[in-house]
């Protein structure tokens, strides 16, 4: 059992910047594909960015593309969320999520969950 547990959330004003990190329970963790997934009020859940267990593969939603960094530092069991540039729209809770497998865009394909950040963009 993994467990992941996210910080560095919290409010900025928009065009700012913040970290997220996701500290993972298991040296076991560098072998499964991290992403981050966030939740906006009245709104499904929608993939952000994803890793692979080695950092050679790395996905990011449209939306993100050119203003988040995903990284991973595996000697820390610990993934990234580097956000900048955030837009009003950014604004939601944000969570961290492990899979044993190739890196997908489906949360349905992802094991393990945190409890997710809050991350609060304002003008």
């Known amino acids: 059992q993994v467990q992941l547990v996210e910080s560095g959330g919290g409010l900025v004003q928009a065009g700012g910047s913040l970290r997220l990190a996701c500290a993972a329970s298991?040296?076991?963790?560098?072998?499964?594909?991290m992403a981050w997934f966030r939740q906006a009020p009245g709104k499904e859940r929608e993939f952000v960015s994803a890793?692979?267990?080695?950092?050679?593969?790395?996905y990011y939603a449209n939306s993100v593309k050119g203003r988040f960094t995903i990284s991973r530092d595996n000697a820390e069991n610990t993934v990234y969320l580097q956000m900048n540039s955030l837009k009003l729209e950014d604004t939601a809770v944000y969570y961290c999520?492990?899979?044993?497998?190739?890196?997908?865009?489906?949360?349905?394909?992802?094991?393990?969950w945190g409890q997710g950040t809050q991350v609060t963009v304002s003008l």
């Open positions: 999520a492990a899979s044993y497998g190739r890196p997908q865009i489906s949360r349905g394909e992802y094991t393990y």
């Open positions: 298991e040296r076991t963790s560098r072998a499964y594909t």
């Open positions: 890793i692979s267990w080695n950092g050679g593969s790395i």
